[in-house]
Structures are given as C-alpha cells and as structure tokens.
C-alpha cells in the first residue's frame, strides 16, 4: 500500500469516468471542466500534504485497523489527541486552500459507522462491524475519498418518511433481493462528491416502527450503474471559466456541492452496514453529525484564518493598518476565530472511547463549537467587508484591466500606498469578494450556518446533553431551598 500522491488522486478519479449535468449539458470530461479543476485540486492537496516533509507528521498516522501508515483524513480515532490532530490538520488545510477541501464528511461517516455497527451487532446479532472494518480497511490502503451522504431532500418537512407523497423524498430500499437491496431517493448538498472514489449513504433522522425500509446505512462505487449528479450552482462560479483569472478571487482552489439521484441502484450483501434497524438510525445520525461538527472548528477556522489574513493585508495596502478601529477589528475577528477553533479543540479533547474502540467527540461541546460556527464566521465576513471598503463590490473586471484605454484609467484610480501594486490590491479584495458574496461564501458561510445541520439541531443536541436539573439543585442546595 502507498499512500497516494495529489497527482495519483486526480489520475485515480479520473479513471472513474464520472458524468455530470452541468449548466445545461452533461459533462463526461469532468477533471479538466473549468468548474471542477479548482475542487479537485483542494481535496488533491489533503494528499499532497502527506509527502511534505514538513507537514506530513500531521498528515500521516498508524493505522491499528490495516496496521500501515494511513492519511489521517482515512483514520479511525484511537485517542483524544487523534480527535485533536484532526482539528489542527482541518485548519492546516482551511487557511492553505481558503476554501472547503471536502474529504472530511467520508472520515466523519467511517468513525459515526464503525461505533454504531459494533453497538448494533451486540443488540441485534448483526454481522455489520466486521463488515464495515474489512470494507474500511480497503479504504484505508487504496487511499480513498469516501463522502459521507447523509441529507435527504424531506419533501413536505411536516410529513414522517412513510407519509410523504413520494417515498423516495427520503432514500429508502425499495426491493430486496437475493444478494442485496435496491436502494431509491436522493441526497442533497454533498460535498465534493465527484471528487470522491466512494459514497457511505446514511439515513437522515431518527426512525420510527413502520419506517424500516428508510433505515439503510450502505456504501457504492461513485461510478454505480443508476447513480446521477447533477453540479450545484455558487454565486460567480462561471468566473472560472473566463478568460482573466483575477477575478475568481481564489484561482487555485474551490468547493463542490453536488444534487446526487439514485435511481434504482443495486447495493450487495457485503456492502450493507445498516438495513432495518430503525433503533440504530439516530445514534448514527447523531453521532456523525457531532463528528463533522467538530470539524467546522477546524476548517472555518482555517478559512477564517485566510480571511484575517486577507482583511489585515488589504488595510496595509490601503494605508489604514494602525488606525485604532481597524486594530480593534482584526482582534475583534482573531477573537471570533480563535473561539471556533477552541471549541472544536475542547469537544476533542473531551471525547471518550466507543465500546467499538475507537474516539468520538464531546456531543456537548461539538454543537456548541457548530452552533458557534452559525455566528461567528457571518460576524467576521461583515468586519472584513468593513474594512475592505466600498469597492469589495464595485471594483471593475479583470478585462478591463487589461484593456489599453480602461486599464491605465483603473491601475491610476485604485492606486493606494505608494508601495502597493494595484493588481495585487485587486487579488486581496477579489479573495475577500470570494469568502463573504462570491463562490467561496458557500463554503465558508451557508455551509457554517446549514453544513452538519443547521442551528435548531444543534440547540436541540444542546438542551438534551445538558442536566439542566442538576444545575437547579446545585442552586437550591447553595440556597439551602428545600
Ligand atoms: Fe471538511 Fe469543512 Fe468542507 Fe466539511 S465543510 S468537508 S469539515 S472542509
Ligand atoms: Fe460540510
């Protein structure tokens, strides 16, 4: 086993022949589509990163599941400080990209799947663990991106599964047969899913007597016979594909969400981890979710960390660093970004051992490090439109620039500090335009509010793992109340 270099990943993916509608078309030519290359590129360097010499200490890991090193975004947590080194890698990876690196959502589903498969096979007498292990371990060696397929599209919100006027609103198995099950629905915002060798499905809520056929934990090939993408839409994403790059903001990386249908696939015995046991469904839920929520306190915090970057350099070129208010801002937006970051090191920390063997997160301390994530990264996108100024939204295009009458006019009035060079000026505030209104906003704030759930859920998880009634007879005895 090798661990895969970036270029062995994009060659690997390739192979998979993946098709996608795109903007009106199906595109067959995936890696090379304008829109795709920035995406794949982010997950590419989550491998590249594990041959750096100088980083890759955090990258690579001991694996006690197929006893080989192992790239830590495939790894099964043996310890609180592995659920920690996870976090410090995600915001390696958020202030290296600057954008949503996607291959963290299969490592949360591989950990919430291995605990609750151990746990269900105990109650049930179910053969899942072993199989999930051996299928992990193949993962683990092949170097695989896996994404994690957990959101329904839930049709009428106030209707059950069973009651929905289409059953499929929730992915459900529709038939069974001899050698596995025949799986339909869909599952909406998945991230980085044509840049990913393999889906882990999952089910969505917590299921109910009656509602069996909903409760399916499987995994399939991307390329499976019946699965069909269909590329999200961002906010100036077709600045890709134009001709001058500037004003893409972050040229080099990008995020991918991706509509995915499953229409009528067939998923084999050995690829079943979960078929009926409606009681295991919400652990399931709940315990992925905790993972990817310990996660934001890594990556938004690295992409927090690009964005303070961003916002101290352009009030160094506009000549404005030393103002009190601008100092005061970027502390203001350290102190957001550090808060996130120390959530998601704290609900690590505090994590405890499965009955499986491996670490799961603090349940507490993970929603709050995601409810957190709902706030913060809103507040510190409007402290850097503050500080960038006015023309974060009126700048003019990169072909103008480049235009023999325009370009003069542009480099002459956007010149700031004497020192400053005008283009450079414009590649910060693109950058800044990107994270708080253009493509990398999906990523770095509609994903912070709704990515592992949107707040509600995360209140809900709150006000269930807090003994409220503990805190109450505290007071009453300080008080001496009876
Ligand atoms: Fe990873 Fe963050 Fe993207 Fe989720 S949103 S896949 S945690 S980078
Ligand atoms: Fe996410």
Known sequence: MALKTGDEYLKSIKSLGLKAHMHGETSGALPEHGLVEPSQRAVAFTFDCAHDPEISEMFCVESTLCKDTVNRFTHLHQSTEDLINKVKMQRYCGIKTACCFQRCVGLDAANAIF???????????????????????????????????????????????????????????????????????????????????????????????????????????TNTKGVRYIYGRQASDTRKLEKFSLDVGNTT?????????????????????????IDFSGILVERFASYHRQSYGGC??????????????????????EASHIRDKIVEMIHLNETIYSCGIACSTMGQQTPAGNYQVNLLLANVCKLNVTRFPFELARLATDVAGGLLGTMPSAADLSDPVAGPYIKKYLAAAPEVDVVDRIKVLRLIENLVAGAGAVGYLIESMHGAGPPTAQRIMISRQTNLEDKIKRVKDLLGIS
């Open 115 to 221: 605990s609750t498969t151990f746990e269900c096979d105990q109650k049930h007498g179910t053969e899942y663990h072993q199989r999930f292990s051996d299928y992990w371990k193949w993962i683990q060696k092949e170097d695989l991106v896996v994404d994690g397929a957990m959101t329904d599209p839930k049709g009428d919100r106030g209707k059950r599964p069973k009651d929905q006027a289409d059953p499929d609103l929730y992915l459900r198995v529709k038939e069974r047969k001899p050698g596995g099950v025949v799986i339909s629905g869909a599952k909406l915002h998945q991230t980085g899913m044509l840049n990913s060798h393999e889906i882990l499905i999952m089910p969505t809520l917590t299921l109910r007597s009656g509602e069996e056929d909903w409760a399916i934990c499987c995994s399939i090939p």
């Open 253 to 277: 990386f990008g995020g991918q969400e991706v509509m995915t249908i499953f229409d009528n696939v067939f998923v084999p015995k050995e690829r079943i981890f979960l078929d009926t046991e």
């Open 300 to 321: 938004k915090a690295g992409v927090g960390d690009a964005l303070i970057g961003a916002t101290a350099l352009i009030a160094r070129m506009n000549g404005v660093a």
